[in-house]
C-alpha cells in the first residue's frame, strides 16, 4: 500500500495520456482534475529497462497500477473506487495500460472541531483563519486543502510571533461504512515571542548610525513583517551591497524573544543610474543620478540629479545632502536644491469655457529652490505604517523672461498694464517657514498594493523675511486602495489646497474685445492646477485653472472600481471631478468619466486609461498613459 504521504499531491497540468519511452497510460472515467493525478501517479512504476511489459509482469504493473491510481483519489475525497486494468500489447512493439475507473461517491465531512487555544486565540489572524476553514460540515474531504489548511495556521503563527505554536490535536478519522470523515484540530499558539537585541557585525560607520534603522524596540512584539522591514531598510540607506539578518529564538527568556545578528558589507559607496520615459501628457523624458553613501563614517549622504522633460523643453538639477542624528528617532538633517529652467508659453482664454487658448507670449523661466530640516521618521502601528515629519525653512527665486508672440487673433494688442507686464517679466522670492507631514502604510505588490498615502503642509512667506510677496498655503491629500476578494479593488483619492494671497486683474485687448485675465501673486511653483492622469481625468495635463496660468486653491477627487480579469490584467471605471480656482463662492467643478486597462509588469504598473470631460460639450476622449502605481 501506497505510504500515507503519497496522499497529498500537487495538481499537475498534463494530458489524460501519459507515455514513458513506448509505454503509454490511458485513463477513462473522470474528469480532467482526477485523471491528471492518476496519472502523475501511475507513470511512476518502475519498469526497469524495459520498454514493453512482458507477460509474466503483467499482474504486478496491474497491481501497482490500481494501487497507486487509489492513492491519487485519496486526497480528493474518493476512498472506494472501482478499478480496472488491462495491458494491450502494440504491434509496434509498444505497450498500453488502460484503466478505467469510476470514482463513487467522495466521503463527506460529518464534523468538524477546528479550534485555536492560548495566548493567540483572540488574535484576528487567527480569527479569519477559522471562519475561512475550508471543510465544513458536508463538504467533501479534500485532503489537499486539509494540508494547506493547517500549513496557512503555522504560516499565521510565524508571521505573528507566536514561533512555539503547534497542533496539540490533528485526528483525521474516515469512516468507510458511512463514507464519513471526522476532523479535529486544535491548535496551540504557545506565548507570542517579542523583539530582541539587535547586534550589528563590522562596518565602517560609527556604531550608532545603524541603531536608527530598525523599526522597533526592544520588547515589541514579534512580526515577520518587522524583519522583513530590517532588511529592506538596511539595503536601502544605500550603505550596503549586502544585508544578511540571522534570527536567534530564545525560548527560555519570558517573554520569549528573538535575536538578530545582522552582518553588512560596506563596498560600493558610489552609485550610478538613469531611466528613460514617455509620457503622453509630458513627452520624452530622461533623467541621470549620483549618489554617494555614506560619504563618510558618520553616515552622511549625498544625491544629485539632472532630468529633462520634453513639455515646455524643462531642465531640472537636483541635490540633497541627509545628514543623520544620533538618538533613536531616525532624524536627519536635510539640505536640498532644485535649479529648474524651462521654456514655456503663455496662454489665455476669451472666456472659462472656451478651451481654445491664445498664446500671447513665450519665454524663459528660471527657478532656484532650496529647502532646510529637520526630518523625523516615526513608525506606527507595529512599524507598518511610518510618518514622516519635517519642519523646514523654504527659499525660491524665479525669473520671468517672455517675449510677445505672433498672435493667433491678429491683431492682438499687448497693453501696457503694470501688472500685465509684470506676468510677463518679472520675478518672485518667497522664504517661507512650514511644517510638512507625509503618513504612508502600503503593502503588497502588483494588483494586490493596498494601503495609503496621506500628505499635509502648511508654510507662511511674509516680506518681513525678504520676500516679494505675502502669502500663506495650506495643502491636504489623501490616496487610499482596497482589496476585495481576490480580483475587486477600489481606489479613492481627494485633495484640498488653500492660499491667502493677493489676486490681480487686467485684460488683454484683442479684435474680438478684451480678454479679462485673472492672476494670482504667487511665484509659479506655488499655483495650483488640476487636469491630468493623476487629476480629473477627461481634462489635459494641468489643464483646469484660471486662464491656465494657475490658482490659489484646488479641490480634486476620484473613485475608481478595479476588475482584475487575468494574473497581470485588470479593467478600470472612474469618476473625477475637481478644479483649480481663486473664488471660493464659484469653484466650477469640472467632472470627468472614463475606463481603463491595468498591466501589471515586471517594470512596474502600466496604465492606459480614456476619459470624457462631461463639462465641455464636444470636446473629444483624452488618453492618458501613465507608468507606476497611485499610491507610491
Known amino acids: 500500500m501506497a505510504d500515507f504521504r503519497k496522499l497529498v499531491y500537487l495538481i499537475l497540468l498534463v494530458s489524460p495520456v501519459a507515455a514513458i519511452g513506448d509505454v503509454t497510460y490511458v485513463v477513462n472515467g473522470l474528469n480532467d482534475t482526477l485523471k491528471a493525478n492518476v496519472l502523475s501517479h501511475v507513470d511512476t512504476i518502475q519498469l526497469g529497462a524495459q520498454a514493453r511489459i512482458r507477460p509474466r509482469n503483467h499482474d504486478r504493473v496491474i497491481e501497482e497500477a490500481i494501487a497507486d491510481a487509489r492513492a491519487a483519489l485519496r486526497p480528493f475525497g474518493y476512498y472506494a473506487p472501482e478499478i480496472s486494468a488491462r495491458i494491450i500489447p502494440q504491434d509496434d512493439d509498444a505497450t498500453t495500460l488502460e484503466l478505467t475507473i469510476d470514482a463513487g461517491q467522495p466521503v463527506r465531512v460529518a464534523s468538524a472541531d477546528v479550534r485555536v487555544l492560548g495566548p493567540g486565540s483572540g488574535h484576528r489572524r487567527f480569527r479569519s483563519w477559522l471562519n475561512a476553514w475550508p471543510l465544513t460540515d458536508g463538504s467533501v474531504l479534500n485532503q489537499v486543502s486539509w494540508e494547506s489548511a493547517k500549513q496557512a495556521a503555522i504560516d499565521i503563527a510565524n508571521d505573528r510571533g507566536y514561533l512555539s505554536a503547534e497542533f496539540a490535536e490533528r485526528v483525521l478519522e474516515i469512516d468507510l461504512e458511512t463514507n464519513t470523515a471526522h476532523l479535529r484540530l486544535l491548535l496551540d499558539t504557545g506565548p507570542r515571542f517579542v523583539m530582541g537585541d539587535v547586534k550589528f557585525g563590522e562596518h565602517e560607520l560609527k556604531p550608532d548610525i545603524l541603531e536608527n534603522i530598525p523599526r522597533f524596540e526592544k520588547g515589541d512584539p514579534y512580526t515577520a513583517q518587522l524583519v522583513s522591514r530590517l532588511r529592506t531598510d538596511l539595503w536601502k540607506t544605500g550603505y550596503f551591497d549586502d544585508v544578511a539578518v540571522v534570527e536567534t529564538e530564545r525560548p527560555e527568556l519570558d517573554p520569549p524573544a528573538v535575536d538578530f545578528d545582522v552582518q553588512v558589507e560596506t563596498e560600493t559607496r558610489n552609485h550610478y543610474n538613469g531611466a528613460i520615459g514617455w509620457g503622453d501628457e509630458t513627452g520624452f523624458r530622461l533623467q541621470?543620478?549620483?549618489?554617494?553613501?555614506?560619504?563618510?563614517?558618520?553616515?552622511?549622504?549625498?544625491?544629485?540629479?539632472?532630468?529633462?522633460?520634453?513639455?515646455?523643453?524643462?531642465?531640472?538639477?537636483?541635490?540633497?545632502?541627509?545628514?543623520?542624528?544620533?538618538?533613536?528617532?531616525?532624524?536627519?538633517?536635510?539640505?536640498?536644491?532644485?535649479?529648474?529652467?524651462?521654456?514655456?508659453?503663455?496662454?489665455?482664454?476669451?472666456?472659462?469655457?472656451?478651451?481654445?487658448?491664445?498664446?500671447?507670449?513665450?519665454?524663459?523661466?528660471?527657478?532656484?529652490?532650496?529647502?532646510?530640516?529637520?526630518?523625523?521618521?516615526?513608525?506606527?502601528?507595529?512599524?507598518?505604517?511610518?510618518?514622516?515629519?519635517?519642519?523646514?525653512?523654504?527659499?525660491?527665486?524665479?525669473?520671468?523672461?517672455?517675449?510677445?508672440?505672433?498672435?493667433?487673433?491678429?491683431?492682438?494688442?499687448?497693453?501696457?498694464?503694470?501688472?500685465?507686464?509684470?506676468?510677463?517679466?518679472?520675478?518672485?522670492?518667497?522664504?517661507?517657514i512650514g511644517y510638512d507631514l507625509e503618513l504612508v502604510d502600503i503593502q503588497g505588490r502588483r494588483f494586490e498594493t493596498v494601503g495609503r498615502r496621506d500628505r499635509a503642509w502648511a508654510f507662511h512667506s511674509n516680506e518681513a523675511f525678504g520676500s516679494t510677496v505675502d502669502f500663506t498655503q495650506l495643502y491636504l491629500s489623501t490616496r487610499r486602495s482596497y482589496l476585495r476578494g481576490d480580483n475587486l479593488k477600489f481606489h479613492l483619492r481627494a485633495e484640498l489646497g488653500y492660499t491667502d494671497a493677493e489676486v490681480v486683474n487686467f485684460a488683454i485687448d484683442t479684435a474680438e474685445g478684451p480678454i479679462e485675465v485673472e492672476q494670482t501673486r504667487l511665484p509659479n511653483y506655488y499655483r495650483f492646477k488640476a487636469g491630468g492622469s493623476m487629476s480629473v481625468r477627461g481634462y489635459g495635463f494641468e489643464q483646469l485653472s484660471n486662464n491656465d496660468v494657475g490658482s490659489n486653491n484646488i479641490i480634486t477627487g476620484s473613485a475608481e472600481v478595479e476588475y482584475r480579469f487575468l494574473d497581470s490584467w485588470s479593467g478600470a471605471a472612474f469618476v473625477d471631478v475637481g478644479n483649480a480656482f481663486n473664488d471660493w463662492d464659484d469653484p466650477d467643478l469640472k467632472r470627468g468619466i472614463g475606463v481603463g486597462i491595468r498591466w501589471y509588469s515586471i517594470a512596474g504598473e502600466i496604465r492606459v486609461d480614456v476619459a470624457q470631460a462631461l463639462d465641455f460639450e464636444g470636446k473629444p476622449w483624452q488618453w492618458h498613459i501613465t507608468i507606476g502605481t497611485p499610491l507610491l
Open 288 to 432: 541621470a543620478n549620483y549618489s554617494r553613501h555614506p560619504m563618510s563614517s558618520y553616515g552622511d549622504q549625498l544625491d544629485v540629479g539632472v532630468g529633462y522633460q520634453e513639455l515646455d523643453d524643462q531642465v531640472t538639477i537636483r541635490g540633497r545632502y541627509r545628514k543623520p542624528l544620533r538618538s533613536r528617532a531616525r532624524q536627519w538633517w536635510d539640505a536640498e536644491v532644485t535649479l529648474q529652467f524651462e521654456n514655456i508659453d503663455l496662454e489665455v482664454r476669451r472666456d472659462e469655457e472656451d478651451e481654445n487658448a491664445i498664446k500671447v507670449a513665450r519665454g524663459d523661466l528660471d527657478e532656484q529652490h532650496y529647502r532646510f530640516g529637520r526630518l523625523r521618521l516615526r513608525n506606527l502601528k507595529g512599524g507598518e505604517a511610518q510618518l514622516f515629519t519635517t519642519p523646514f525653512v523654504q527659499y525660491l527665486d524665479n525669473n520671468r523672461e517672455f517675449d510677445e508672440l505672433v498672435p493667433i487673433v491678429d491683431p492682438l494688442t499687448i497693453n501696457d498694464d503694470p501688472d500685465f507686464q509684470e506676468w510677463l517679466r518679472g520675478s518672485d522670492r518667497a522664504l517661507s
